[in-house]
């Protein structure tokens, strides 16, 4: 039976084989566990979700921008329309 | 207590779980938009009626009076001009011919002309009208490019001598700005509409001759006629085209308003023939140039071109426009057809087979049920709602009042009722669905029928509905629910809507397998179905709508059963409808989109997202959209068109209307009378419920938040109960 090693494994890190000592500096060393920035909390879908709603606005303004721009260049082009027939006739 | 949506709590005690939407500072300029959209399509209309303005061809009729022309006029050439107060006429010398051409440019028969007088090299002057310029501007184009000239022969082709002086000033400076957009030249050259020789000129045409040389126009008339466009014959053209012994001619031709195939092999005979006698081709102003100067093509100036672009440009929109229009009323004719006949069809077949003595769902079911009515502050109306469904004939009847925190005292009303059977459970107000849902769950039997607080019931009414649970694939039953309150006309449009929609709607819809809404006010469910089917969700504001889907989608079927009656409360005011029916649109959309991934699954689910979801999006959405076209066309062609076709066309329609209610009304053995309003209906109601799935559509286009009403009970149907 082979010999097994029961205990901690040898280790290259340096600083674990320093004997505990008070902090020499201001600053504070240490390490702590990496955050696990690979796992995200699942967000379930939300059944209340209302459809359609846009609750910032954003769809709505656009499309409300839009249209005014549209009406506005329509009704431009119809006033400059009139303006020149009526000009010629007048 | 409260309502809560998205984690977050929007506001407190709601009939429905829908927050106050904020007050829109877009509320009011909705009407705006929707009024400049309106005038925008009302002047893109009457342009297009303008430039479609229908004209007889030339003809020759029988001139006026004629003692104000002068007779060096009538007695002289056809170049006319009047241009600098002087009249000056010019005859075309000796062996030439100006070959001339009205009406065009027209898209088959000005290129053919064309094609021929390149062949020959010669070159001619074309009389183009302007609205027709302004669809083909590349002819006019094509014309300057090989060397012909264009002259005005105004924008729609109307006689002159009949209007005003600004109308005859707009025809003419129209033409000519449509030309320089075209072909970047202006023209001094005119032809009348309906002119021919100056010796068939009379003292009204006369007076627009002196005032198109104020406007620096020279009026050009004929000296032989083709007649071409009475098509005699391409020998008798050639013939009526040839001037007499040698002499000159202007030579009227038409390249636009009809078939024009003669003309075309008529000039393909008639210039050799002419060359071979000696003669040369040449355009007005290579025939007059030297007797009348100013007669040659000048240079547009960019103020013409402009003007001229917003006009081509205003008719080619106003031609699509009414193309547009006209195509969707193709459409919408061809689909109500087509609806009206499947419905026909289809209805009569359900009613037959549900008529026959040996239809039967099954052995007859007395399963116990529970009946759901959500209520909040319906206490007008519960007493009688509860009384009509504790009462009824079916063996154990249990009616659970789910009471969404009513403070009217609705709970109290029907606990007062002390009727054993009934049993009211107070829940925190969290909207219709939630209600139904805690109904659903406190239910003691497994065959549920949800039934709104202001709605009645005849006495054997859930029996028959629980009926069709004898076969064990249906897993949902829509009831056949009639308007109680029908003393107003309001109440009486929605009874026939109602009446039409369960006797035809449904029945089609239950026999296409593809029902889109088990109704609110009477539906039963088999427990197992609402359960797989996720029960009722808040998503949407037609609930009933999205768990009839969610049904179909699970595989069950869901189907109609017309002999269980009951009777709601309508909206009783314009504006109540409009709220109710609002949402109902909305709702539709949104559960339609909730349900949009059954198009692509497989099974239950897929042939339900396959037939059901696009008949239902055809029929329920996209038809009632687009269905304005008929008015707006009516409106069109009252004001612009034949106004006897236009009249008979929509009632063409109303007939259609008509008929299809007196059936519907025949099957439901409903007493005719209320049809009365039928035609007021469609003149009122329906272009309201246009504009409704208008604002429907608009709203979910734009995301915003649609407001839940509590609509108000008049308690009439409770009252008759």
Redesign the interface.
Known sequence: MPDRFVGRARTDDAIRHDAPRPTTSGTVRGRADKPDVATQAIRLP??????????S?R??RR??WT??AV?LL??V??A??WL??VA??? | MGTWREGQKIGDTQHIATPEPRKSRFAGRRWIIAGVGTLVLANLLAIGAYANSRFAPDNEGEPGLQDAVPAAVRDGGPVVDTRTGRVASHQVPDRTIVLTFDDGPDPLWTPQVLDVLHKHGVPATFFVLGSQTSRHPEFVDRMVREGHEVGVHTFTHPDLAGMDGWRQRLEISQTRSAIAYAAGVTTPLLRLPYSSGVDSLDNKHWSVVQGAGGQNMVSVFDDTDSRDWARPGVDQIVRSSTPPDGRGAVVLLHDAGGDRSQTVAALDTFIPQMRQRGYRFTTVEGAFGDQAPGLAAGKASRADQIRGGLLVWAVKVADGTNRLLWFLLLLVGALTLIRTLVLFGFALRHARRRRARTWSWGAEVHEPVTVIVPAYNERRTIAAAVRTLATGNHPGIEVLVIDDESDDGTAEEVEALGLPNVRVVRVPGGGKASALNAGIALARHDLLVMVDADTVVTPDAIHKLVQPFADPRVGAVAGNVKVGNRRRLIGLWQHIEYVIGFNLDRRLYDTLRCMPTIPGALGGFRRQAVHEAGGLSRATLAEDTDLTMAIHRAGWRVVYEETAVARTEAPDTLGQLWRQRYRWSYGTMQAMWRHRRAVVEHGASGRFGRRGLPFIALFSVVLPLFAPVLDILAVYGLFFLDRVEALVAWLVVMVIQAVTAILAFRLDREPLRPLWTLPLQQLVYRQMMYLVLVHAAATALTGGLLKWQHLRRSGEVAAEA
């Open positions: 939300d059944a209340t979700q209302a459809i359609f709603v846009d609750r606005g769809r709505g499309l409300r249209a005014y009406l329509v009704l082009l119809l400059l329309l020149s027939q010629v006739v007048g």
